[in-house]
Structures are given as structure tokens and as C-alpha cells.
């Protein structure tokens, strides 16, 4: 079982910068590959980024590319999400998520365990 408990959300305004930070415990944090996913109030959760179990591979959604930044600290069993040059449509509540693979996953069927999200807000 893997706990991960998601913090660094916050309000901003559009072209400022935010870091999400999820701290996991419980098991080898190096044998999971992490998620980052956000959703808005009615819509389907979608994936922002993943990186592999030892930091080598990442993946980013086409609107986040070149703005954002997936990193890990396995030492400090964190992920971390760099938001650079927000804008208001990405305002929605960040949720971290493991899968049970060192390989990175780009769906939400592919995470097994979730943190409760942290929100996101962008002024214009």
C-alpha cells in the first residue's frame, strides 16, 4: 500500500509559476513510476505527466509540453511538478498518483493508488 499526500497548490496569476510536491509512504517509493493528472469539476480526469520508477523516462500531455516539468526524489520518496507560464485553463484540482510499475503510465486505469489533490487557481 502507498499513501501520497499532495501539497503546493495554490492561487497564481496567468504567466506565474507553481511546484506541486507529493510525498509517498509506505513502500520502495524507486519501484513505482509516479503520475501527475488534473480534473475540473464535471469532466474526466486527464493525465499531465508521469515518470518512470528511477527518473529516467517521462511523458507530458501536448498542453503542458515545454511548461511543465515532472521530477522525483527518490531519497525523499517526492514527485514534483514545475509549472511554468500557467495559464487559466490549467486551473483544476492536481492529483499524484503510483502504479504498480517501474514504466510510466499515461491513463488513469494504469494507477493504483491516489492521492486527494491539491487545487489549482489562475487569474487573468
Known amino acids: 500500500q502507498v499513501q501520497l499526500v499532495e501539497s503546493g497548490g495554490g492561487l497564481v496569476q496567468a504567466g506565474g509559476s507553481l511546484r506541486l510536491s507529493c510525498a509517498a509512504s509506505g513502500r520502495t517509493f524507486s519501484h513505482y513510476a509516479m503520475g501527475w493528472f488534473r480534473q475540473a469539476p464535471g469532466k474526466e480526469r486527464e493525465f499531465v505527466a508521469g515518470i518512470s520508477g528511477r527518473g529516467g523516462t517521462a511523458y507530458y500531455a501536448d498542453s503542458v509540453k515545454g511548461r511543465f516539468t515532472i521530477s522525483r526524489d527518490n531519497a525523499k520518496n517526492t514527485v514534483y511538478l514545475q509549472m511554468n507560464s500557467l495559464k487559466p485553463e490549467d486551473a483544476d484540482n492536481y492529483y499524484c498518483?503510483?502504479?504498480?510499475?517501474?514504466?510510466?503510465?499515461?491513463?488513469?486505469?494504469?494507477?493504483?493508488?491516489w492521492g486527494q489533490g491539491t487545487q489549482v487557481s489562475v487569474s487573468s
Open positions: 498518483a503510483a502504479r504498480d510499475s517501474i514504466r510510466v503510465g499515461t491513463d488513469t486505469h494504469e494507477y493504483n493508488y
